[in-house]
């Protein structure tokens, strides 16, 4: 069977990730590397419009990494994009440039709406969803994304500036966080919800999640549990343990949040932000679960368009 390899980099508000998959002809593929470098791009985005110059330093030198590891392995073809803080930054354009040449392969800024849309591709072609009315919602560093459908059409698409890095930054600065703080960052997150989107026409039978957040609740929850999984992908996260989860973790200082069970220590300053957009989610939407989805399936969604090329 012929195959080809392809790379998908996703740069985003708190990290740059690259896959690299080998793609069959009749659309399948093999993962054959998946990695991570958090660059935090969104730092002091909000208070100054701008992306720093040791947050763009560090996106060029992971972007460096990338371009050795593609060549490496032989990659035929390669989709790049950029999201929430390139869209945001006054110097993104300036960044992108940048960040295109040291790749040497054109990045292309999506939109709210495509991040949304290609959550949605990953979500339709890992769960059953026929003949449902669902939901699925991607948190990352910069906004939140929210995507209902029935079966396989899509309804609606919304995008929200409501990421994980993007509310610690404007809400929770202090350490220990503050409970006046944490209120004030409910209420936000509610407001927001609420002049967007139309809770009356959103009855669903499911919700399901991806994004940094999500992936590190799902494994917090399962180390709480005592589970042991390989991935979290389509592991269903109940409220209740969000809000459990939510709640211990809000009691802890950023010290104490980087030796909780299953959370990433680089993700343990922005993880109650997330959180909080999270369980505010599922409460306005009344949803008592949501069924987590990797970050990895989202990504490899890019390799739809390369369907004719594989």
Request: glycine share 8%; hydrophobic share 45%; charged share 25%.
């Amino acid at each position: 069977m012929n195959t080809k390899r392809l790379a998908a980099i996703d740069i985003g508000t708190n990290s740059i990730r690259c896959i690299v998959v080998e793609a069959d002809q009749k659309g399948g593929y093999k993962v054959l590397d998946d990695e991570k470098s958090t660059v935090r791009l969104g730092e002091r985005l909000t208070r100054t419009g701008a992306i720093s110059t040791q947050a763009s330093e560090r996106a060029l030198a992971a972007v460096g990494r990338f371009k050795m590891l593609i060549a490496g392995l032989k990659v035929r073809a390669v989709e790049a994009i950029a999201t929430s803080a390139i869209r945001r930054a006054s110097n993104g354009q300036e960044l992108m440039d940048a960040l295109s040449a040291a790749l040497g392969h054109e990045i292309k800024v999506i939109s709210g709406i495509e991040e949304a849309e290609l959550a949605m591709v990953s979500a339709q072609r890992h769960f059953d969803m026929e003949y449902k009315r669902y939901a699925v919602f991607d948190i990352g560093g910069g906004s939140l994304e929210i995507t209902t459908a029935l079966g396989n059409h899509i309804e609606e698409c919304f995008s929200l500036d409501l990421g994980a890095v993007v509310m610690t930054e404007q809400f929770l600065s202090h350490d220990p966080i503050r409970p006046a703080d944490l209120e004030n960052l409910q209420r936000h997150v509610r407001s927001s919800l609420k002049k967007l989107v139309d809770r009356s026409k959103v009855q669903l039978h499911t919700l399901i999640g991806s994004g940094g957040t999500t992936t590190a609740i799902g494994s917090m929850a399962m180390s709480a549990l005592g589970k042991s999984y390989a991935s979290i992908h389509g592991y269903e996260v109940l409220r209740s343990e969000v809000v459990h989860l939510l709640a211990m973790l809000t009691r802890k200082s950023l010290s104490e949040r980087r030796l909780v069970p299953g959370l990433n220590a680089d993700r343990a300053d922005i993880i109650v932000a997330g959180m909080v957009v999270v369980e505010e989610l599922m409460r306005f939407l009344a949803q008592t679960s949501f069924w987590s989805m990797s970050a990895a399936s989202v990504r490899a969604s890019l390799f739809v368009r390369w369907r004719s090329m594989a």
